[in-house]
């Protein structure tokens, strides 16, 4: 390119530059050109930003969305907003941390498959799950601390039950008197009716999975095969039947312990955690204000609300919005809070 061909391509430039235009070198594999090319019209129009700013997010959440067929399912429950999806975060916040946790907390348990990760993968000294749901509360007082007889007898109810719909409907009606006969009947009610859903009131499923009915979740050579992997690391683990402001009460003076808190979801008016959960009444402000003033880690999810926000401006959290696929397929996004 002679001198004047430089200077003309310069001014050209400059023109460009004035109208908001700059050139960029991009680097494309060829099997990308042609969608690239179908693109090129909307890079110089400024209405087309918010598009390509949209569908650039999209495609950067689809890179991160965590394929939860690879993470280890250690939880006997198929629980209502379960955050297996969340393990790998929780885990790399875990190791960003000065220290390992002498212990780890999750008072809002549920599923507890947070919890139970990070007993298996000893990355704290103790793990502490806490859960007010009386139902819920069984499963973890058998697996956890109850005998081994306790546990064998569930694993072998589990393993000859035979589901068939008046068979559910007559255990879930049932008046159960043990732990362990309401373990079995929790862990039989979260699998059969609709979603997971244990709160009351909830259907049982009717088509289920490839319109195979209630059996169609019931996978008993897999539920033993969890609960016997959950007594195998219940020596790490202490299981607490409380409400879980008793238990930020009892630790919220201590500077070596780990905090994993996800509430039920009804802060701002949301209906999820009403609709799926026995306990739902949560004074969001509270739990904020007490978990910024603990001296342990922290570390929250919310569901994305603009009152989420505004009470993580308020007692000084930091956020970040997680990609998370919903039962539909839906690209979603959870908030994470740490101070």
């Known amino acids: 390119m002679d001198d004047t061909a430089v200077l003309r391509q310069r001014k ?120 007010l749901d009386d139902s819920v509360a069984a499963v973890w007082k058998t697996l956890i601390h109850g005998t081994d007889t306790d546990a064998n007898w569930l694993c072998d109810r589990i393993l000859k039950f035979e589901v068939t ?26 699998r059969m009716q609709r979603g997971g859903i244990l709160a009351p009131g909830a259907s049982l499923m009717k088509s289920g999975e490839n319109g195979r009915g209630l059996g169609s979740r019931w996978y008993p050579e897999t539920l033993v095969s969890r609960i016997k992997a959950i007594r195998n690391i219940r020596h790490r683990i202490e299981f607490r039947h409380q409400d879980a402001f008793d238990l930020i009460k009892e630790y919220t003076a201590k500077n070596d312990v780990a905090w994993f808190v996800d509430p039920p979801y009804t802060a701002g008016g949301k209906r999820a955690g009403a609709r799926l959960y026995t306990h739902t009444q949560i004074d969001h402000d509270r739990l904020f204000r007490e978990m910024s003033c603990t001296k342990g880690d922290v570390l929250m999810t919310y569901d994305d609300a603009p009152e989420v926000a505004h009470l ?23 908030l994470l809070l740490s101070k």
């Open 12 to 131: 050209r430039l400059e023109r460009l530059a004035k109208r908001g235009i700059k050139r960029s070198t991009v680097m494309v594999h060829d099997a990308c050109r042609s969608a690239l090319d179908a693109l090129r019209p909307h890079y110089i129009d400024p209405s087309s930003a918010q598009a390509l700013q949209r569908a650039a997010v999209i495609v950067k959440s689809e890179t991160r969305l965590v394929n939860v067929a690879q993470v280890r399912q250690l939880s006997p429950f198929r629980y209502p907003g379960g955050k297996t999806w969340l393990v790998p975060e929780v885990k790399t916040w875990l190791r960003s941390l000065p220290r390992r946790p002498s212990i780890f907390l999750e008072p809002f348990a549920g599923g507890a498959i947070v919890g139970l990760t990070v007993a298996a993968e000893s990355m704290a000294g103790k793990v502490i799950l806490c859960e």
């Open 165 to 190: 719909e008046d068979n559910v409907r007559s255990l879930l009606e049932k008046k159960v008197k043990s732990d362990r006969e309401r373990a079995f009947q929790t862990i039989v009610r979260n």
């Open 312 to 334: 993580a401006e308020r007692y000084g959290m930091g956020i970040r919005k997680v990609p998370m696929k919903s039962t539909h397929h839906a690209i979603m996004y959870e």
